[in-house]
């Protein structure tokens, strides 16, 4: 059984910093990718920044320059830092990872519970 389990979210400023956690836990074989997803009220899910096993990053046009995505290999945690924080950034934030549970098997997709970010306009 894997746990994604989010923390770090609150209410700021604008322009203002956050920084989110996402500590993954369980029989963890190999990690391919953890990302950061968000969902404002009454709109879809969007990705905001994934980072690859290899290191590689990605992020949405919106928060680049702002976001950082960092990840600690030896915790399998990921990180979120958010500066220069927007009311348009408010938004429940969703850790995601997709990874490996044994050496052989495919891999599985799971998700973190959710953190609320709240930036007042």
């Known amino acids: 059984q894997v746990q994604l389990v989010e923390s770090g979210g609150g209410l700021v400023q604008a322009g203002g910093s956050l920084r989110l956690s996402c500590a993954a836990s369980?029989?963890?074989?190999?990690?391919?990718?953890m990302d950061w997803y968000r969902q404002a009220p009454g709109k879809q899910r969007e990705l905001v920044a994934a980072v690859t096993g290899g290191g590689s990053t990605n992020y949405a046009d919106s928060v680049k320059g702002r976001f950082t995505i960092s990840k600690d290999n030896a915790k399998n945690t990921v990180y979120l830092q958010m500066n220069s924080l927007k009311p348009e950034d408010t938004a429940v934030y969703y850790c995601h990872a997709d990874l490996r549970i044994s050496p052989s098997g495919r891999s599985f997709s799971y998700w973190g519970q959710g953190t609320q970010v709240t930036v007042p306009s």
């Open positions: 369980g029989s963890i074989f190999r990690i391919n990718v």
